[in-house]
């Protein structure tokens, strides 16, 4: 249960960063389709979400698909923040300065979770691979 939560969260906070950022396109910006692939892949999580209270075995694999799609936009993202971390904390903190706080928690929380949820999938599909049961924690 605390998985689906997981999955729930990382799903709404990168898909609602994802959804923010395609809404420039109502004043004539281009298709972004990194943000169009990230947004499938909020929706492919949260379809893992629903999963994990039904079958587990399955969930695993969902969920690591849903993140991969995720990461097409966030791992540029990231190289873009490592690559020029002035203009990127310049972007965050114009953003938090002028109280617009959905670009400053899609990186900033959203990674994070992103990471987590990557994390307990690829471990998941170990422990299913392993032979050992996907609910219960390894001894």
Known sequence: MK???????????TGL?????LMWMIWGAPINLLNCTALLGSTV?????VLALYRARVTAGVGLAGS???WVYY?????????APSSFW??????????DYVPVIG???????????????????RRDRLGQS????VE
């Open 75 to 83: 791992g540029p993202f990231l190289f873009f923040a490592i690559l």
């Open 134 to 137: 996907v609910g219960k924690s």
């Open 3 to 13: 998985w689906a939560l997981l999955y729930v969260l990382t799903a709404t906070v």
């Open 17 to 21: 960063h994802n959804f923010y950022q």
């Open 90 to 99: 310049g972007d965050l903190q114009f953003n938090f300065k002028f109280h």
């Open 107 to 125: 990186p900033s929380l959203g990674i994070p979770l992103l990471v987590l949820s990557t994390i307990h999938s690829v471990s998941a599909l």
């Open 45 to 49: 999580l949260l379809l893992a979400a």
């Open 68 to 70: 991969i799609l995720v």
